[in-house]
């Protein structure tokens, strides 16, 4: 049973350039959440979708971010124009369903602003 | 919203001695208490949680202890080993939404 994949695990880009991130969740499970980890700090919550719906984005930036995931496919994030401070490891979990699940995550994919 | 504080925010313990991790929060709604540990380039891996209606869970050399009415939990290790050393991280859930918050981790190194 295959985890949470996650690609490209390294991902250089220049000022101003776009990033896809992408996020493919565990066999059987629908919800899907991302989670940024600049160095040497925690992880903080991104946003929480499930197929074809964002549930909650409350912690994304208001410009040049956005989500997806839509019925076929994995989970995008995508960034805009990225700038020096988007650098991160970006994180994805997935989990089964609402309520009282274990979040799994993934590998994480290292996000570099030349 | 939710806030996380986690203390020490470095530990360093000789071999075999038991490290301690504590971290407090505000929002009472919260019910699911989840401990991860994150080594170096790697992925956060839960090792152990608790939930709201227990105060005590035990796992091996680890275990979690929650006071509901203080608002705060607690990761203990005993008889700690050099593959301990890793930085873990408490989160939190409240009991109306699925985002996990988590407090800004603990470097833990055990020193052979």
């Known amino acids: 049973n295959a985890g949470v994949m996650q690609n490209p695990r390294h991902l250089v880009r220049r000022r101003g350039q776009e990033a896809r991130l992408r996020c493919s969740p565990m066999k059987g499970h629908s919800h899907v959440y991302w989670y940024r980890q600049l160095p040497e700090e925690g992880l903080k919550f991104m946003v929480y979708?499930?197929?074809?719906?964002?549930?909650?984005e409350s912690g994304m930036p208001k410009e040049r971010f956005s989500a997806e995931f839509p019925k076929e496919g994995p989970s995008i994030l995508r960034i805009q124009q990225v700038v020096r401070g988007d650098s991160a490891a970006y994180f994805c979990a997935s989990s089964p369903g609402q309520g009282p699940h274990e979040q799994y995550f993934g590998p994480g994919t290292r996000l570099t602003v030349t | 919203g939710e806030n996380v504080e986690q203390h020490p925010s470095t530990l360093s313990v000789q071999e075999g001695d038991s490290a301690v991790i504590k971290c407090t929060y505000s929002?009472?709604?919260?019910?699911?208490f989840p401990w991860y540990k994150q080594e170096l380039g790697k992925r956060p891996q839960l090792i152990i949680d608790?939930?709201?209606?227990?105060g005590e869970k035990k796992d091996q050399r680890i275990a979690v202890t929650l006071n509901k009415t203080a608002k705060h939990f607690s990761l203990h290790i005993t008889e700690t080993q050099p593959e301990d050393s890793a930085v873990y991280f408490c989160a939190l859930r409240k009991a109306a939404g699925n985002k996990l918050t988590f407090g800004g981790g603990t470097r833990v190194l055990v020193k052979p």
């Open positions: 608790i939930r709201s209606n227990v």
């Open positions: 979708l499930q197929k074809e719906n964002i549930i909650d």
């Open positions: 929002d009472s709604a919260s019910n699911y």
